[in-house]
């Protein structure tokens, strides 16, 4: 069995991948920790504090694991993964996100986009494309670990959630939308 739980950053992958993986009996990856460990990576990106992965030697070495393998795989990118039997994506409301990564310190471009791809359901998309039916959206803004478990091993899915239907997280993209074009001015 090979569950996907995705999302953008802050909305709670990490600890109910790791909680999901204790409940059902199988073994947790950090597809992060993963590319990080077996460098899997093109380049540090200075300004994201990120590294750029390079997707191909992900893929080929993320089959040699799975074929052999019942996992959680905690990731941001779905689509790198080639089977799964269920795509959990969580997500959380843009302001609550906004607050969550600001806290982390990040820098405001980091912030920035990572805020508008929760919005625009970037990942959600990504994973509906690759998954279909098997992706079941889950809303995690004030939830608890134990709440978002439990939607989870009950499928009870609440999406497609659509930020965009509420004005303020209009204008609040148009905001992010700044901040980011102000960096790509920079650069």
């Known amino acids: 069995m090979i569950i996907i739980v995705t999302g953008t950053p802050g909305v709670g992958k990490t600890i109910a991948s790791k909680k999901l993986s204790e409940a059902l009996n199988l073994n947790y990856l950090s597809l992060s920790q993963f590319v990080i460990e077996n460098k899997l990576y093109t380049e540090y990106d200075e300004l994201r504090q990120s590294y750029i992965i390079d997707e191909d030697k992900v893929k080929e070495e993320l089959e040699k694991i799975i074929s052999t393998s019942h996992l959680v795989i905690e990731t941001i990118y779905p689509s790198l993964v080639s089977t799964a039997d269920l795509v959990v994506v969580l997500r959380k409301n843009p302001f609550s996100l906004y607050n969550e990564l600001k806290g982390r310190g990040w820098a405001d471009i980091k912030v920035a986009e990572n805020v508008e791809a929760e919005i ?19 809303d995690t803004t004030e939830m608890s670990t134990e709440q978002i478990l439990n939607k989870i ?14 004005t303020k997280v209009q204008r609040f993209l148009e905001e992010l939308d700044k901040i980011i074009s102000s960096y790509e001015n920079d650069i």
């Open 120 to 138: 625009l359901g970037v990942i959600s998309q990504e994973a509906r494309e690759a998954f279909k039916d098997k992706v079941c959206e889950v």
């Open 153 to 166: 091993l009950n499928k009870q899915c609440d999406g497609p959630i659509e930020w965009l239907v509420d």
